[in-house]
């Protein structure tokens, strides 16, 4: 199950994701590979770092 995970701390830089095998994270919006630099137990605390389009697709 997705999870919002952080891909870098600039604006719109949390994603809705899925970890993979290899320690990676694939975004839902645009399907990116990144490396997560944290995984959030819940919703985003700080709206202005979700990205948009992930948040739009739930
Ligand atoms: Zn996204």
Redesign the pocket.
């Known amino acids: 199950m997705a999870k919002w995970i952080v891909a870098s701390l600039s604006d719109?830089g949390t994603?809705?994701?899925e970890l993979t095998n290899d320690g990676l994270a694939k975004?839902?919006?645009?399907g990116d590979l990144f490396r997560p630099l944290a995984v959030l137990p819940g919703n985003p605390a700080d709206p202005a770092q979700t990205?948009?389009?992930?948040n739009e697709q739930h």
């Open positions: 719109g994603h809705k994701a975004s839902e919006c645009d990205c948009q389009r992930c």
